[in-house]
């Protein structure tokens, strides 16, 4: 069974940094689209940023320059480093992953309503 445990959230003034992980199990991780994906209260999911297996990224407009993406393929993991962090990035952040030929192109990972695999979620609270 496919497994995705996030991990890595918490609360931050405005400016600060945090470290998102995603451990995950069950499957040939390597080979995989993976990504991060937030909803806020009221809101809908909005994709923040995807790693395809070769290593391309992509990054949601609003989080350009402020966030970084990586994937350890040998440990199993994808990080989220989210620096300058806004109270609009307050949300639950939740691992997903799609297997090999879900997409032309890995922007196409931010824009799909639904995934494949998901992790429980964490959440992002950032106050003013």
């Known amino acids: 069974r496919v497994q995705l445990v996030e991990s890595g959230g918490g609360s931050v003034q405005a400016g600060g940094s945090l470290s998102l992980s995603c451990a995950a199990s069950g499957y040939t991780y390597s080979n995989y689209y993976i990504g991060w994906i937030r909803q806020a209260p009221g809101k809908e999911r909005e994709g923040v940023a995807a790693?395809?297996?070769?290593?391309?990224?992509v990054f949601a407009d609003s989080v350009k320059g402020r966030f970084t993406i990586s994937r350890d393929n040998g440990k199993n993991t994808l990080h989220l480093q989210m620096n300058s962090l806004k109270p609009e990035d307050t949300a639950m952040y939740y691992c997903a992953a799609d297997p090999p030929g879900s997409f032309l192109w890995i922007g196409q990972f931010l824009s799909r309503p639904t995934h494949s695999e998901w992790g429980q979620g964490t959440q992002v609270t950032v106050s003013s």
């Open positions: 790693i395809g297996r070769g290593g391309d990224t």
